[in-house]
């Protein structure tokens, strides 16, 4: 059984979670608005920092 505080999202899932393109994913992550991690070549970012992220977002609409 997978902790959900150790899941990690790839940027595709991140995409369609939030609905929006990967290159907007990655401005995200290059703003420092979304925290990632990088293993290996590819991106991921953890469920916590994702709902963080949302709940950020929620506050600024």
Not at 27 to 56: C, P, T
Request: aromatic fraction near 8%; glycine fraction near 4%; hydrophobic fraction near 40%.
């Amino acid at each position: 059984m997978i902790d959900i505080e150790l899941k990690l999202y790839t940027i595709e899932e991140v995409t369609k979670i939030l609905k929006v393109t990967q290159r907007t994913v990655y401005n995200y992550i290059k703003s420092g608005e979304l925290k990632a991690i990088k293993v290996g070549k590819n991106w991921r970012v953890k469920h916590k920092d994702l709902e963080q992220f949302l709940a950020h977002k929620t506050q600024e609409a």
